[in-house]
């Protein structure tokens, strides 16, 4: 074996340089960003001359402002109800067993006629 | 054991016992009603005034109970016929033309699939008739009927007219309701015994 082909190893402080400038170039980015604590600002005028606490809200806005969630809560909640009650959500369909004998009679097709009528004009008069 | 609606001539009541073409009595048949009553006149769906004792809110508010009564029932629909221009016949004979010339509900809904159901007013004469298709005949009773009326039959009294149709749709929905679950509950005790000496 040659070993007059491979090169000599480089001395060592060019070994420690090459090693300083590695990490210096590695650090450099993380040395740049912003830490999570910023500066204080430092108060203006204007805020060291506003007093220290804010005037609280009077009793009667709150009760107005209660009530108006309330009514505004109701209303929605009656219009629900009526579409609720109207498209028949919380209830259940109704279905009638087939029918197979039909006495069909008069001609009719649909109906034989069978009913029940009343005559109103007078005190409710009934006549079945 | 439910009773049969009987079967009744519209026009002059006689109860018969067997189904034939015409009334053994009066001899009334549909095509009879054809000749008395002429065309079919326009009607709309669910509610039809002619007379206009309805205001438009009284029938959209009918229109929206009729629309809830053909969601839960979907096999049925409710229809609603007020006139004031019945010259000649009866509300029954009226009725009984219009449930079956007109098309109120399913057009393929004749014989045992028609489930619907008609209240015929004649405001002029101060008369009205419920009607049912052959559907309905085996389940709802002639009481049912009667009931569903007199219940309407203050309001017509008084002329509120949408307060008594709506108190008799709310009758008949709530007497169908209680029909349908008596008839699921005779046949789930029915199906129970089989279901039991059939399991180990």
């Keep these: 074996m040659n070993l007059q082909r491979f090169p000599p190893p480089p001395p060592r402080p060019v070994r420690i340089v090459l090693f300083f400038s590695i990490l210096i170039l590695a650090a450099g980015p993380v040395a740049f960003t912003q830490t999570q604590e910023s500066t204080h600002d430092t108060p203006s005028v204007m805020a060291q001359s506003e007093p220290a606490q804010a005037k609280p809200i009077p009793l009667g806005w709150k009760i107005a402002v209660v009530a108006m969630v309330a009514m505004g809560t109701g209303f929605v909640l009656a219009f629900s109800l009526r579409a609720w009650r109207a498209a028949n959500l919380f209830d259940r369909q109704y279905r009638f067993p087939a029918v197979t004998v039909v006495a069909f009679r008069l001609g009719g097709n649909k109906s034989g006629g069978c009913m029940s009528t009343i005559e109103f004009g007078g005190p409710a008069n009934k006549n079945f | ?200």
């Excluded at chain 2, 159901?117 to 009773?141: K, N, P, Q």
Aim: charged content about 25%.
């Design chain 2, 1 to 200: 054991m439910r009773r049969r609606l009987g079967m009744k001539c519209p026009s002059c009541q006689t109860i018969f016992s067997a189904p034939g073409p015409q009334c053994p009595k009066c001899k009334l048949t549909l095509h009879h009603l054809d000749a008395k009553f002429g065309a079919v006149p326009r009607y709309s769906r669910f509610v039809t005034d002619c007379s206009g004792r309805l205001s438009r809110r009284d029938i959209a508010d009918l229109r929206r109970l009729l629309r809830l009564f053909n969601r839960k029932f979907p096999q049925s629909r409710f229809s609603v016929f007020v006139t004031n221009q019945l010259s000649a016949g009866t509300i029954g004979e009226y009725a009984f033309w219009l449930m079956n010339r007109a098309r109120f509900g399913f057009a393929e809904a004749v014989g045992g699939d028609n489930y619907d159901l008609l209240l015929a007013i004649d405001v002029e004469r101060s008369a009205a008739a419920l009607i049912v298709g052959y559907g309905l005949e085996t389940y709802i009773t002639e009481r049912d009927l009667e009931r569903a009326l007199a219940q309407a039959a203050s309001g017509f009294h008084e002329g509120d007219f949408a307060r008594g149709i709506g108190a008799c749709v709310e009758v008949m929905i709530s007497r169908m309701r209680a029909i349908v679950k008596k008839l699921e509950e005779t046949k789930t005790t029915e199906e129970m015994p089989t279901t039991a000496s059939g399991s180990p």
